[in-house]
């Protein structure tokens, strides 16, 4: 979707290294989310944020930091990165609708840490 | 701990046949459960949601079917055709508090022609 951006899309590094991932949105949403996808795992939640004070940690946290520069965008980063942090990752955005919480995707950024 | 389970985690339909993915999830709080579609380097998209004060949902070839009692919901393609072949994702979640989604583990979907 060209309302949610991701850079870069695709990146290898080394064991070791600092990454950031990056992620827009031009959806005006307040939400937003950093997944990874892992074949067989489906997609899991690393950390979200509802506003650019507001930053949580979702369910595989450790190994990962992230900041919320301004309402439209959020970074993902590898302090240091390790084989085991190769995936797919997807930046989501959303907003409150109706009580229901549809997620906008962006193309993700497949991260190969060698 | 996988809280929604999703099967089959491929699964093959020829052209005109019924698809058909499972989920079953855990927590009785969850009140939303979506389905998204992935195409091959693409991200998600939400194809169909149902709430569960009803029993289906229906959109077009895509029904949704709930269980309430079983804890299970699935989803049934229509006249599946080649350009239904992806990832489909089941998820949950609940209205209160921080609203995230739980996904199921995906199901590869093929439609051969």
């Known amino acids: 979707d060209a309302d949610v951006t991701q850079t870069p899309r695709n990146r290898i590094t080394k064991t070791g290294k600092r990454i950031m991932l990056e992620c827009s949105q031009t959806?005006?949403?307040?939400?937003m989310y950093w997944y990874r996808q892992d074949p067989g795992l489906g997609l899991r939640l690393i950390y979200y944020?509802?506003?650019?004070?507001?930053?949580n940690k979702g369910e595989i946290s450790d190994g990962y930091s992230v900041s919320r520069q301004a309402q439209a965008k959020f970074s993902l980063s590898l302090e240091s990165a390790i084989p085991n942090q190769t995936a797919l990752y997807f930046c989501?955005?959303?907003?409150?609708?109706?009580?229901?919480?549809?997620?906008?995707f962006g193309p993700g950024t497949r991260l190969t840490v060698l | 701990q996988q809280q929604v389970k999703q099967s089959p985690q491929s699964l093959i339909v020829q052209k005109g046949g019924i698809s058909i993915i499972n989920c079953a999830y855990e927590?009785?709080?969850?009140?939303?459960f979506p389905w998204y579609q992935q195409f091959p380097g693409k991200g998600p998209a939400l194809l169909i949601a149902?709430?569960?004060?009803?029993s289906e949902k229906k959109e077009g070839r895509f029904t949704i079917s709930f269980n309430k009692s079983a804890k299970q919901f699935s989803l049934h393609i229509m006249d599946s055709q080649p350009g239904d072949s992806a990832t489909y994702f089941c998820?949950?979640?609940?209205?209160?508090?921080?609203?995230?989604?739980?996904f199921g583990q995906g199901t590869r979907l093929t439609i051969n022609p």
């Open positions: 989501a955005t959303s907003e409150l609708l109706a009580g229901y919480n549809e997620q906008f």
């Open positions: 959806k005006g949403h307040d939400r």
């Open positions: 944020s509802f506003d650019v004070k507001d930053i």
């Open positions: 927590n009785t709080a969850f009140d939303y």
């Open positions: 149902i709430r569960p004060d009803v």
């Open positions: 998820a949950a979640s609940m209205q209160e508090g921080a609203q995230k989604l739980v």
